[in-house]
């Protein structure tokens, strides 16, 4: 690796000659101690022969900053940075609460994109600054609100963070803007909000608060690969470390924010993993995966980063069963159409895969169980949490097997077999409030109106789209099955 000289006093100062010296000896002490760490950085030693020069960073800051005044999407959570000359006068003169107002709708609008394309997260940004326009707002809100707000956004271990965040930042504060209220500034604070990881304190840090720091996310890990055509594994911690200093060494100083996203919107809509643009990228010019792939017909753009092969996500069967209660006093149907109806819900463990979401009543079970062994599971749980005895106590007026539905979580697969269980009960749903005494279960009734409203997991509303779509597919009630009585 060549050291370039010092750059300007504009240079960001995440990338010291220094630090280009300390890794450059770490990679070598590498080398001794581990050789199949050794390996990967011989790998990517050859791949980053240098870091950019001065005049690719030059070029690459000034191309890539020019596209994004032009071609940046139209997003709610943007606000486009003032111009570098300004920008130091108007942060000061920035009053502190604006500053870190800004910070909230940088910060929510980041969680919100992990993982989450931006159309998707759109409506959903939207609708959280409509209910929480600021921290201080969120700080007071409860679980079971941001629940809801959430519900079909996925990976809710999120938004749990945003409000434990919001509640430790605010502390006991109230919402007067005139609050003493402190929002970190700088990525090692920010670090420490729960949910804030390295990128997203780069982010909030970069945007919010104009400091030169990076980001690295899979769009900039893509760009980066590409422009310096890096063939190491870009999973591998070293590699990691070295797109942080690369993205150090390119982070615009006097623009750190739109620099950033910029790089970002690149990888996002030009620079994309299977069909880059290449022919419209303002920075095609410094791109050693573009020149490769123009001079060696054996080499594509698309052969960086190169591909990992993804971890298996486990296979996972499960036996839902849609409990819906029929009122005791009003006319009866078989599949339950009538509004005062119920469906019982139960609310997830605090911890682990969707923690404190509702849910229909369900059963992990071993492999591919057939229909009579997941009910077996299922009536033994209803029977233990419920006192729900599906064959003796209790009048039940339909039991159907609605169908199955494969749920996609990043590392689990998970199979759902779904039935629908219509149960006529003594006293209707105030049978369930006498008889459950079980202190940690967690359960509600719900009826029809209210479940199309309530926040739920895509999941559930999955489940709950196929009971709708199977009770049109039935005929209605026979005269024989009136006959039967409540227990
Ligand atoms: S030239 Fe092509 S591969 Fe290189 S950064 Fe631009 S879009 Fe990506």
């Given at each position: 690796m060549i050291l370039r000289p010092r750059l300007s006093n504009s240079t960001p100062k995440v990338m010291e000659e220094k630090e280009v010296r300390k890794s450059k000896t770490k990679m070598k002490r590498v080398k001794k101690r581990e050789p199949a760490a050794a390996k990967n950085t011989n790998k990517l030693e050859e791949d980053m022969e240098d870091f950019f020069s001065n005049e690719e960073i030059c070029n690459i800051r000034a191309s890539l900053l020019c596209w994004y005044q032009k071609n940046q999407r139209v997003v709610p959570w943007r606000i486009t940075s003032p111009n570098t000359s300004q920008v130091k006068e108007e942060m000061e003169e920035k009053d502190q609460y604006q500053l870190a107002q800004r910070a909230y709708e940088v910060w929510v609008s980041e969680i919100m994109l992990q993982q989450t394309r931006v159309a998707t997260v759109i409506e959903y940004y939207k609708r959280w600054m409509e209910k929480w326009p600021t921290i201080h707002h969120l700080a007071a809100a409860s679980q079971e609100e941001v629940n809801h707000i959430w519900a079909g956004l996925g990976y809710y271990r999120r938004a749990r963070f945003l409000l434990e965040g919001a509640k430790m930042l605010v502390g006991?504060?109230?919402?007067?803007?005139?609050?003493q209220f402190f929002f970190p500034t700088t990525v090692s604070a920010l670090c420490k909000v729960p949910g804030v990881g390295q990128y997203t304190a780069g982010a909030i840090a970069s945007i919010a608060f104009n400091q030169a720091v990076p980001v690295v996310d899979g769009n900039v890990v893509r760009v980066l690969a590409r422009l310096k055509a890096i063939s190491a594994n870009p999973k591998d911690a070293t590699t990691i470390k070295s797109f942080w200093k690369l993205a150090g060494q390119l982070v615009d100083p006097c623009c750190p924010g739109d620099f950033n996203q910029a790089l970002m919107e690149l990888g996002a809509t030009i620079c994309t993993p299977s069909t880059p643009s290449c022919s419209v990228c303002p920075i095609s010019g410094q791109c050693q995966a573009f020149s490769l792939s123009r001079t060696n017909t054996s080499v594509v753009v698309t052969d960086y980063p190169t591909k990992v092969p993804k971890t298996k996500q486990r296979l996972d069967f499960c036996a839902v069963c849609v409990v819906e209660i029929l009122d005791n006093q009003g006319p009866e149907t078989q599949q339950g159409t009538q509004t005062d109806n119920v469906f019982l819900l139960v609310k997830r463990p605090e911890e682990g895969l969707l923690a404190g979401l509702w849910e229909f009543p369900s059963v992990l079970i071993d492999g591919e169980a057939d229909l009579s062994m997941r009910r077996e599971a299922m009536d033994c749980y209803l029977k233990k949490s419920?006192?729900?005895?599906t064959k003796k106590k209790?009048?039940?007026?339909s039991r159907n097997y609605v169908g199955e539905y494969l749920h996609i979580f990043s590392h689990i697969r998970l199979r759902m077999y779904v039935e629908l269980l219509v149960l006529r009960l003594k006293g209707g749903k105030s049978f369930l409030y006498d008889k459950v005494?079980?202190?940690s279960l967690q359960w509600k009734c719900v009826d029809n109106n209210s479940i199309q409203s309530i926040g739920l997991t895509s999941g559930v509303r999955k489940v709950y789209n196929m009971i709708e779509d199977f009770k049109q597919t039935q005929l209605p009630l026979d005269s024989s099955s009136r006959k039967r009585k409540p227990i």
């Open positions: 006991g504060q109230s919402e007067s803007q005139d609050a419920f006192k729900l005895d209790h009048c039940v007026l005494e079980n202190e």
